[in-house]
């Protein structure tokens, strides 16, 4: 297993023991890294407007379109740490 993936792996779990919640935005760039690292670009079509939660993860998630797995994995993985420091 790549160094990389190992990092991503420990981000994921630490994560989880946050000292606080983060704020919705960054939520959504969580959930949309995490996405992109592991399930690639978005597919599917865009919820309906009154699905506001979904829409707003669909669109965090297409914003990232193009992105590889690896850069997906490493800007989780820092922004975690940020999250921690």
């Known amino acids: 297993m790549s160094d990389l ?3 991503f792996a420990q981000a994921q779990k630490d994560v989880t023991s ?4 983060p704020d919705n935005q960054t939520m959504l760039q969580l959930y949309s890294l995490f996405k992109q690292a592991t399930a690639g670009d ?3 079509e865009r919820p ?4 506001f939660i979904n829409r707003a993860k669909f669109d965090s998630w297409e914003k990232l379109k193009g992105q590889t797995a690896d ?3 490493q800007a989780y993985v820092d ?3 940020g999250l921690m420091a």
Do not use: F, W
């Open 18 to 21: 946050l000292a606080e919640r």
């Open 79 to 81: 922004l975690v740490k």
């Open 5 to 7: 993936i190992t990092q």
């Open 71 to 73: 850069q997906a994995m």
């Open 48 to 51: 309906g407007m009154m699905d």
């Open 42 to 44: 978005v597919t599917g």
